[in-house]
Every structure is written in C-alpha cells, then in structure tokens.
T-cell receptor, first 113, second 116 residues
Framework: GENVEQHPSTLSVQEGDSAVIKCTYS??????FPWYKQELGKGPQLIID?????GEKKDQRIAVTLNKTAKHFSLHITETQPEDSAVYFC????????????FGTGTRLTVIP | GAVVSQHPSRVICKSGTSVKIECRSL??????MFWYRQFPKQSLMLMAT?????????EQGVEKDKFLINHASLTLSTLTVTSAHPEDSSFYIC????????????FGSGTRLTVV
C-alpha cells in the first residue's frame, strides 16, 4: 500500500518568513495530494490540493508543488502569520471510487511573532 | 459546500459503557465515509471504511465487534465504541468525499472520547 513520509516534524519560523514542508509517497498510482491544517482539538481542514496532471498550484500565500517522477510534493507558505501556527498533514490517494487518504506524520508549524 | 458534521465533540464515559458518535454529510450524499483515530501528537490512522447499505471494511488490527459502524443512509454513519476502556480514549474523526464535488475529502470536527 501507499506510504507517505513527511518532514520536518516541527518547524519554527519568524513571522513574515516562508515555511516549506515536504512529503514523499511510494505508490505511483496515487494521483491526488491534499494538504490539511489541523488546529488543537479540531478536525483537519483542507487548505490546498493538487492532482497529478498539474505540477504546481497556488492560492494566495499557499502553494503546492508536485514532482511525479520523484514522487514528492511540497507545501509552501509565504509571509507567514501567527495564525498559520498549527499542525499540517500531507496526504495521498488514488482518487478512483472511494479510496481513502494515506496521511503523512504531520508537521507542527510555529510562527513566532 | 461539502460540510461534514460530527457529534458529539466531546464525551466522557465510564468504563464498560458504550458511546455512539455520529457523522453526517450535510449538503451531499456520501456512499462512503471513513473513520479515523488520532492519538496525541500523532497522525490520523484509518480505522474503517463505512459503506452505505453494506458492512464496513475494517483495517488490520481494528476490532469490528468493539468499533461498530453503521451506515444506514447516504448522509449518516455512526461509530459505536462498545464496552469502552480507558485505552479507547482518543480523538475520533470521520470524513466523507463528495463524488460530485471538487474539494476532495471533508472532515468532521472530531470527537474527544475520554473513558474513566
């Protein structure tokens, strides 16, 4: 089955700096790669996703890149703000039928004011 | 769109009792829902896939008799933790995918279960 690895496990950045979180996956059949933000005591919230037919996607301060050949994808957050502090999870799925998501281990991002 | 409602958000129960958690898709029909368990500072671990009108598919190591799943309608799946013990204390999260939507999987807000 799919194995998703995520690095780093913790990340601290100064407010205004950029943050990058990287994930790798093992199953070449995976074609859907979402990123979730989880705040304490809450369920994960989708922040951005990318499908395998696209190499990069951007939504305001958040961007995701995908390298299908190398089987890795990354989350980029620019101009970080204290409210960006949370745990971020990457995931991968073969989105045919109702296949479940395989999650990375999470990155705790702390933005220092 | 694509809202998933999960209740209760928090529950405390005594050892040996059963607890039911509900997961509802509010504005779409979900033939499949997923139940996850999350321990503190860890990732989400898939417990089972809930299929409307049929039996749930459980992941290896998850006791089907302990974690009863019922998906009786296209908008509701329930997880019942039977004869709960302190080691069942955890954060339980459901998710569903709107087949007609573009937003992928939507998660509920989670249920913090504490067994005393």
């Amino acid at each position: 089955g799919e194995n998703v690895e995520q690095h780093p496990s913790t990340l601290s950045v100064q407010e205004g700096d950029s943050a990058v979180i990287k994930c790798t996956y093992s199953d070449s059949a995976s074609n859907y790669f979402p990123w979730y933000k989880q705040e304490l005591g809450k369920g994960p919230q989708l922040i951005i996703d990318i499908r395998s037919n696209v190499g990069e996607k951007k939504d305001q301060r958040i961007a995701v890149t995908l390298n299908k050949t190398a089987k890795h994808f990354s989350l980029h957050i620019t101009e970080t703000q204290p409210e960006d502090s949370a745990v971020y999870f990457c995931a991968a799925s073969e989105q045919t039928g109702a296949n479940n998501l395989f999650f990375g281990t999470g990155t705790r991002l702390t933005v220092i004011p | 769109g694509a809202v998933v409602s999960q209740h209760p958000s928090r529950v405390i129960c005594k050892s040996g009792t059963s607890v039911k958690i509900e997961c509802r898709s509010l504005d779409f029909q979900a033939t499949t829902m997923f139940w996850y368990r999350q321990f503190p500072k860890q990732s989400l671990m898939l417990m089972a896939t809930s299929n409307e009108g049929s039996k749930a598919t459980y992941e290896q190591g998850v006791e089907k008799d302990k974690f009863l799943i019922n998906h009786a309608s296209l908008t509701l799946s329930t997880l019942t933790v039977t004869s709960a013990h302190p080691e069942d204390s955890s954060f339980y999260i459901c998710s569903a995918r709107d087949p007609a939507g573009a937003r992928g999987y939507t998660f509920g807000s989670g249920t913090r279960l504490t067994v005393v």
